[in-house]
């Protein structure tokens, strides 16, 4: 018997319609592959920011100022500051606990544990860690602090200094009389909190346009402080530190802050993913940098 109307797909048209489907799938492949690299590379840039904020706020937090020491790389140095009493726990002990933590793999050097290691993510990627530290230094030391009256018209400016300075306003010659105060409270048996509770109505706190009228300052001498004419002072690194505790030479003997850069590098391509240090393939480099100020 012979079966009429019957449909039937050949074989031809099932190449044809594989074909086609293999055609339209291709840029369907093409974005997973791109979402997954992206997706990567992601994962990796918070995994390497995660780890040089912590190195970071660590060594601010919990690495002495003079135990950190120039270079690029930086190191971590102690065994100098030995029979230092301010230092005592801040010794070889403590340093081999910390070393890892910040910098895994450094070994110590004659100049210290070199502040360079690797670290290691869950999917196996090494990232090298690299931190330069560079020593803000004052170079000069002048005999006394700059002073300069700022005018009452537009403020004048010290001179240009490439050295690292301090500025400010200094307080008017009456404001630092103790015996002033008195002057300005009705009430002897009271005394004033604040500022604005100065003068019960007719001091200097009475009205902001009525503070730099230069009223009373008559007596005051020539170099005095002065409301209408205030002067400024300015000083060096020098003037507000102490030199640093290790040897050094002069020029970086007198250190107020120290410029901390971290480098965070590590590689995408499988074939790298343990030697961060590959020049080829898919590098990846993240940069933070911060200050650590001598608050010790």
Partial sequence: MVLKNRHAVTFIEIVIAVGILAVAMIPLFGLISRQTVDTDRNASQAFAMNKASEILNTILDNVPFVALRQGNPGFIRVDDLAGKKKYQRFNEAWAQKIIPVLFQGSEKQGAGWPCRGVVTDSRGIHYLV??????????????????????????????????????????????????????????????????????????????????????????????????????????????????????TTEKYG?????????????NLDQKNFQNPEATDGRVQRIHLMTIKGDID
């Fill in 254 to 266: 007198w250190c107020l802050m120290k410029k901390l850069l971290i480098q965070v590098q590590w």
């Fill in 130 to 247: 690299h931190l330069r530290v560079e020593d803000v230094i004052s170079e000069q030391k002048p005999p006394r602090p700059e002073r300069m009256r700022i005018g009452t018209g537009a403020p004048a400016n010290f001179a240009e200094n490439s050295d690292l300075t301090f500025s400010y306003l200094r307080n008017p010659a009456l404001l630092s009389d103790g015996n002033w105060i008195q002057e300005y409270v009705r009430d002897s048996s009271q005394r004033p909190f604040a500022e604005v509770d100065l003068g019960g109505g007719s001091g200097v706190a009475e009205s902001p346009q009525n503070i730099y009228q230069d009223e009373g300052m008559e007596v005051c001498g020539p170099d005095e402080p002065r409301y209408l004419d205030p002067t400024a002072e300015r000083y060096t690194a020098k003037m507000v530190t102490e030199k640093v505790p290790y040897e």
